[in-house]
C-alpha cells in the first residue's frame, strides 16, 4: 500500500504571506496512504490557508508539495481534484437548486450521444458511489432540500467519485449530531483500508484520539508538531494547542456548586407548538437560570429558539414573561420585550461580516445613543470600546470589520450586541462552536457571568460536557418534543443521550 | 416521493395561470380565437420572447441587462446603414431616402449584413459582461451605461431620424407567414428550442446554472467562472441585435427610437416566467410562459379596445398579482 517509505501527499516548508500577516510559516504536513492524519489549531492557527493550498484554491508563495514522490503544482481546484486531492469543505459549497446527481458530477457530467448530458447515465453513476457509502440518498433530489448531513454524505460520494487518493474533512464534526458522526467515521475507517489518505481537521479532542493515527498541530502559522496518536495525552495535546495548560475538569465542575434554588419564573412556555417542527413545548425558565437544550440535530431546538424570539410563526401555545402573556410576532417584539437571540449561524446572522466591530456592537442599542436628534459617533465610540475591554475582544481597532476577527471574537461581538440592552432572557444557540477551546471557555465564562447578574439564559449545544457544565438544568429534546428536563444533578452522559434518541422510560 | 396537489401547482402552477388567462380571454371576447388575432398575438410575444430569452440567461448568472431596449435601436440602425453601404463614411445625411423610395440592394450579401450586425450586438453583450466581471460591478450598472451610449449613439449618427429603404428579404424576417405562422415566431420558438437543450444537455449550459447558483460553490467543483459569467450577456446582445434586424424589416426602416423600455417588458417575463433574480434558478420554458402571459394580458385589453394608459396600469397590477401567487404557491411547497 505504502510506496516504501514515500508520502501519499508531502508538502514541505509551505509558506503563505498576506499583505501584514504570515499566515503559514514554512509548515511541513505529510499524508501516508492508509492514514488518517489530524490537523489541529486555534482558529487563525493556519489550518484552513494550509488545506486550501492542498486543495489548490490558493497558490502558496513558498514550499514545495510531492504526490507519490513527484512534484506538483496546483493551479485551481480542478487541477488539484485531478491529481486525486478532495477537499470536503466545512461550510460545504453546494447548488441547492441543482440535482444530488449533478452536484456530484457537476462539469464532467457523463454524456451520451451528440454529446448531450445522459441524466439516466448520471443518477444512475450517482446511486453506484452513494450505495458505495451506504447513504439513503435519491440522486434526482434537489440538493437544497437535503439536510446538511446528507450533503456532507453527496460530497464524500463526489470525492470518491474523483477517485480522490487524498480526502480532507475540514471539520464535519462542526455540522453533525454525534451518530452521524458515528456514521461517517465508519465511512472514514473503510476509506483508510482502501489506501487512501485522510486528513481530518477538529477542534474536538475526542475525535483526534478516536479516528487519527497521527495529529499535527499549528499555531499562529507556524507548525507546533507532528505526533503519533498513541504517543501522547490529552493534556499534551492541549498544550501543544494553547501553549499553556488549561484545566478541562473546570469546565465538567463549574456548575456543580452553583445550582441555585431559583425563585419566580421569568419565562414561561405554554404549549408551544407550530406544525411539524414544535410539539407542544412547555418550559419554566427562573431568574439567573441556565437552562442547557440537549438534542440531536433536527430535534427542534434551533426551531424552538427562532419561535420563542418570534422570528418563525408558531400554531399554538403562549409566552409568559414573568407572569405576563407576551405577544410577539417578530425579533423586534422579543427584543423590546427583553428577549434576544444569539443565534446558531454566527457568520450570516449573528453579525454583519462586513461591518466594523463598533458597528455591530452599537446597531441594537443606537437609539440609547443619539444626542438630540442625531447619532452621537463619540457615544457610539465609547460605546463600543468600552464593551471590547469588558470582554477582550482581540480587534486591532473599533473600525476593524467583524469578518477579519476569529469565531470566538466574532461570538464575543454577538454578545456584546445584547448586553448593552436591558435584556432579561438570553438564548445562546451553540455559542461555541466552531471556535477555538480556549475562546470557548472565556464565552462559557461570559454566559456564566451573565446569569449570576440575573440574567435567564436558554443555551443550545451539541456538545454534552458543555451542557453538563454550565447548565442548571438541561431539557432534551428529541423529534420537536422535550423528552425530559432534569435537574444538574440528575443529568448525565448516557440519560441525555438516551432522552435524545427518543427512549422516554427511564 | 408522492405527487402531492400542491406540489403540482407550485411546480406548474405558471402553466395553470396561462390556461386560465387563454380561457377568460376566450370568454370575453369572441375574436380572441380568430387566426389574425392570434399571429397578431403571437408575433408582438415573439419580439419580446427573443429578448427575454436573452435575459434569462443574464438572470440566470444572477445579473440584468438594461441595454437591450437601446440594442435593438442600435441594431436597427446599424442594419441600415450597412445595407446602405455607408457604415464608414459618417453621412448619414447623404443616404436619408424618403419614405417610399426604391427599395435598395444591399451592397454586401445579406447574411453577411446580419451576421454583421449580429456580432456587433454579441461584441456590445461580451463587453458588458466583461467589465461587469472584471471589475465585479453589478450588472445593473455596466448595461445602464451601455443602454445610455448605444441609444445615444443611435440617435446622434442618424440625428434622430429613421433610415428608409429595407430590401424585401429583410421585411420576411417580420412578415413571413410559411405554413401560416407567423415568421418571428418561427424564429422565437425555434430559437427557444435551442436554448433549452444547450441549457440542459451541454455542460457549459449547466455550468451557466451552477455558477449563478453559487460561484464558489462551483469553483471549488472545478468550474473556472470566468466565461460562464460573461456568456450570457452575449446571448443577449445577441438577441437584443437579431429583434433590432427584425424590427428594421417591420417597420421598413432602421430607427433609432425604437426599443424604448422593452428591456423591463422582458425581465418582467422572465421573472413571471419563475426564473429567480438571485441567479441559479429557472428555465427557458418558464420564459415562454411568461412572455405569453404578458401578450395575453395586452392582447385581451387590446380586444376589449382599452386605451393605453390604463392598460399600462392593469399590467403593473397584473405583473405584480402573477409574481404573489407564484411566490404563494412556492412557499406552499416547502411547507
Not at chain 2, 425581465?267 to 405569453?292: C, E, H, M, R, W
Request: aromatic share 8%; charged share 20%; hydrophobic share 45%.
Amino acid at each position: 500500500m505504502n510506496e516504501a517509505g514515500v508520502a501519499l501527499l508531502e508538502a514541505r516548508g509551505i509558506t503563505k504571506i498576506y499583505p501584514g500577516v504570515v499566515a503559514l510559516d514554512g509548515v511541513d504536513f505529510e499524508v501516508n496512504a492508509g492514514e488518517v492524519h489530524c490537523l489541529a489549531g486555534e482558529n487563525g492557527a493556519g489550518k484552513s490557508t494550509l488545506i486550501e493550498i492542498l486543495g489548490g484554491s490558493y497558490a502558496k508563495d513558498a514550499g514545495t508539495i510531492r504526490l507519490a514522490g513527484r512534484e506538483v503544482e496546483f493551479a485551481s481546484p480542478r487541477h488539484a481534484q485531478e491529481q486525486g486531492i478532495a477537499v470536503l469543505h466545512q461550510e460545504l459549497p453546494i447548488l441547492p437548486h441543482l440535482s444530488v446527481a449533478e452536484n456530484i458530477f457537476l462539469g464532467r457530467q457523463p454524456r451520451g450521444g451528440a454529446r448531450a448530458i445522459s441524466y439516466g447515465e448520471m443518477n444512475r453513476q450517482a446511486r453506484r458511489w452513494l450505495e458505495m457509502i451506504q447513504a439513503d440518498v435519491e440522486p434526482r433530489a434537489l440538493l437544497g432540500d437535503l439536510p446538511i448531513s446528507r450533503q456532507q454524505l453527496v460530497s464524500i460520494a463526489k470525492a470518491l467519485s474523483l477517485e480522490a487518493r487524498v480526502i480532507i474533512f475540514d471539520e464535519p464534526s462542526a455540522v453533525l449530531t454525534s451518530s452521524e458522526l458515528k456514521r461517517l467515521f465508519q465511512i472514514i475507517a473503510s476509506l483508510k483500508s482502501e489506501g487512501r489518505g485522510i486528513v481530518y481537521i477538529s477542534h474536538r479532542l475526542e475525535e483526534i484520539f478516536e479516528i487519527g493515527d497521527r495529529v499535527t498541530v499549528l499555531r499562529n502559522g507556524k507548525l507546533v508538531g507532528t505526533e503519533s496518536i498513541g504517543k501522547i495525552d490529552r493534556a499534551t495535546l492541549i498544550k501543544m494547542l494553547v501553549g499553556r495548560e488549561i484545566d478541562e475538569s473546570e469546565a465538567a465542575t463549574a456548575g456543580d456548586t452553583a445550582t441555585r434554588e431559583a425563585p419566580a419564573p421569568v419565562l414561561e412556555v405554554r404549549g408551544l407548538s407550530r406544525r411539524g417542527v414544535l410539539a407542544d413545548i412547555n418550559l419554566t425558565l427562573h431568574k439567573g437560570e441556565i437552562l442547557g437544550v440537549y438534542g440531536l440535530v433536527g430535534a427542534g431546538r434551533t426551531e424552538l429558539a427562532r419561535a420563542l424570539i418570534g422570528a418563525d410563526r408558531v400554531d399554538a401555545g403562549e409566552i409568559l414573561l414573568e407572569g405576563r402573556k407576551l405577544n410577539i410576532a417578530s425579533p423586534r417584539d422579543a427584543i423590546r420585550n427583553g428577549l434576544c437571540l444569539a443565534p446558531e449561524d454566527r457568520k450570516t446572522q449573528g453579525v454583519f461580516l462586513e461591518k466594523s466591530v463598533q458597528d455591530n456592537i452599537s446597531l441594537p442599542s443606537l437609539k440609547s445613543l443619539k444626542g438630540g436628534l442625531f447619532l452621537n459617533y463619540g457615544k457610539i465610540a465609547r460605546y463600543a470600546a468600552d464593551f471590547v475591554s469588558k470582554l477582550r475582544i482581540a480587534t486591532p481597532h473599533l473600525q476593524q470589520h467583524v469578518k477579519y476577527l476569529s469565531g470566538g471574537n466574532q461570538q464575543k461581538v454577538v454578545l456584546a450586541k445584547w448586553l448593552g440592552m436591558k435584556l432579561k432572557v438570553f438564548i445562546f444557540d451553540e455559542p461555541t462552536r466552531g471556535i477555538d477551546v480556549g475562546a470557548k471557555e472565556e464565552i462559557r465564562g461570559l454566559i456564566k457571568t451573565l446569569a449570576r447578574e440575573g440574567k435567564s439564559i436558554i443555551m443550545i449545544s451539541s456538545e454534552i460536557p458543555e451542557i453538563l457544565g454550565i447548565s442548571d438544568r438541561v431539557a432534551v429534546m428529541h423529534e420537536g418534543r422535550i423528552e425530559a428536563v432534569l435537574p444538574r444533578r440528575e443529568a448525565t452522559r448516557e440519560r441525555l443521550m438516551a432522552y435524545s434518541m427518543g427512549a422516554k422510560s427511564e | 416521493m408522492k405527487l402531492k396537489a400542491s406540489q403540482v401547482l407550485a411546480d406548474y402552477g405558471l402553466y395553470f395561470v396561462l390556461l386560465a388567462l387563454v380561457a377568460i380571454s376566450a370568454i370575453l371576447s369572441p375574436l380572441f380565437f380568430s387566426y389574425i388575432n392570434l399571429a397578431n398575438l403571437l408575433t408582438q410575444a415573439s419580439f419580446t420572447g427573443l429578448l427575454a430569452l436573452g435575459m434569462t440567461f443574464v438572470i440566470l448568472m444572477g445579473g440584468i441587462d438594461l441595454s437591450v431596449g437601446s440594442m435593438v435601436g442600435f441594431a436597427s440602425i446599424l442594419y441600415a446603414t450597412v445595407l446602405h453601404g455607408a457604415l464608414f463614411t459618417f453621412m448619414p445625411e447623404q443616404i436619408f431616402i424618403y419614405q417610399g423610395a426604391p427599395k435598395l440592394t444591399p451592397i454586401l450579401p445579406l447574411p453577411l449584413d446580419i451576421l454583421f450586425v449580429l456580432a456587433v450586438g454579441s461584441l456590445f453583450g461580451l463587453l458588458s459582461g466583461f467589465l461587469s466581471h472584471r471589475f465585479r460591478v453589478h450588472s445593473f450598472i455596466i448595461t445602464l451605461c451601455i443602454m445610455i451610449f448605444t441609444r445615444g449613439l443611435a440617435v446622434s449618427y442618424t440625428h434622430g431620424q429613421p433610415l428608409f429603404g429595407m430590401p424585401d428579404p429583410v421585411s420576411y424576417l417580420a412578415y413571413g407567414l410559411p405554413a401560416r405562422i407567423p415568421m418571428p415566431t418561427i424564429i422565437w420558438l425555434g430559437s427557444s428550442l435551442l436554448c433549452l437543450l444547450f441549457l440542459r444537455y451541454t455542460r457549459f449550459g449547466r455550468g451557466i446554472y451552477a455558477v449563478g447558483g453559487g460561484e464558489e460553490a462551483a469553483r471549488l467543483s472545478g468550474i473556472q467562472p470566468a466565461w460562464y459569467r460573461i456568456f450570457p450577456y452575449i446571448a443577449s446582445g445577441f438577441f437584443a441585435a437579431l429583434v433590432g434586424i427584425m424590427m428594421s424589416g417591420r417597420m421598413g426602416c432602421g430607427d433609432p427610437k425604437i426599443g424604448q423600455g422593452w428591456e423591463l417588458d422582458a425581465i418582467a417575463a422572465v421573472v413571471i416566467g419563475g426564473t429567480s433574480l438571485t441567479g441559479g434558478k429557472g428555465s427557458v420554458g418558464g420564459t415562454a410562459v411568461g412572455v405569453l402571459i404578458m401578450g395575453l394580458i395586452i392582447n385581451i385589453m387590446n380586444l376589449l379596445e382599452i386605451e393605453a394608459y390604463p392598460q399600462a396600469m392593469a399590467k403593473g397590477i397584473i405583473i405584480i398579482a402573477a409574481l404573489a401567487l407564484h411566490s404563494l404557491l412556492a412557499r406552499r411547497r416547502k411547507g
